[in-house]
């Protein structure tokens, strides 16, 4: 039972057009929600985080918003860039667990010039 | 500052091999995380670690071993290599709970 998933296995946008990610997680306890970034050949990096107390974080062209009752999260990325092609991974954890995350499958992004 | 580094960053290992995978930080973060990533899967948790001295099994355990005798260094042993173990590996080290992970380079294993 795959408690994060990330039903888009793959997204095209033009440069410049608005790239919208999304994941959907099943376990209530998750309370801090967490966005990587992956290039080919590289370990993922920090993206972007949002803790359950809010429902919209903002860095840059980055914006995650939480949708709590829905259990629902979104990565907005405005304008996109061809930089921004990549592998992105949401992440949720519960605050206990040893700070355990639990990953979706990634979307890979595809910011055509 | 090196932040996580890992080595070998690629092994081609014949079954029934074995090997151990070296995962290093100097961040000082209490807590690390060995992973793999297969096609089209996210991240699966081996084994964690949250400090020195201690070691627990994550969501796919099974064919390895792990240590953290010291802080700075988790290390990933393979006692013996099975096909199915053929994967990318990732280190990752967190400061606390509810902290961002930081990512190793990535370990290419083959195993045939």
């Known amino acids: 039972d795959q408690q994060v998933k990330q039903n888009s296995p793959s997204l095209s946008v033009q440069e410049g057009r608005i790239s919208i990610l999304n994941c959907d997680y099943t376990?209530?306890?998750?309370?801090?929600f967490l966005w990587y970034k992956k290039y080919p050949a590289e370990g993922p990096t920090f993206l972007i985080s949002?803790?359950?107390?809010?429902d919209k974080n903002e860095d840059g062209r980055f914006t995650v918003f939480l949708n709590k009752s829905a259990k629902h999260l979104s990565l907005h990325i405005v304008p996109s860039q061809p930089g921004d092609s990549a592998v992105y991974f949401c992440?949720?954890?519960?605050?206990?667990?040893?700070?355990?995350?639990?990953f979706g499958d990634g979307t890979t992004l595809t910011v055509k010039p | 500052n090196a932040g996580v580094t890992q080595t070998p960053k690629f092994r081609v290992l014949k079954t029934g091999q074995s090997m151990t995978l070296l995962c290093a930080q100097d961040?000082?973060?209490?807590?690390m995380y060995w992973y793999r990533q297969d096609p089209g899967m996210g991240l699966r948790l081996i084994h964690y670690s949250v400090g020195e001295g201690t070691t627990a099994k994550g969501e796919v355990p099974d064919g390895y071993n792990v240590s953290r005798l010291k802080k700075q260094n988790f290390l990933l042993g393979l006692e013996s290599a099975a096909p199915s173990q053929t994967s990318v590996y990732f280190c990752?080290?967190?400061?606390?709970?509810?902290?961002?992970?930081?990512f190793g380079p990535g370990t290419r294993l083959l195993v045939l």
């Open positions: 949002i803790s359950s107390i809010k």
């Open positions: 376990n209530s306890m998750f309370d801090y």
């Open positions: 961040m000082n973060h209490e807590y």
């Open positions: 992440a949720a954890s519960d605050g206990t667990n040893a700070g355990k995350s639990t």
């Open positions: 990752a080290a967190q400061r606390g709970p509810q902290e961002t992970q930081y």
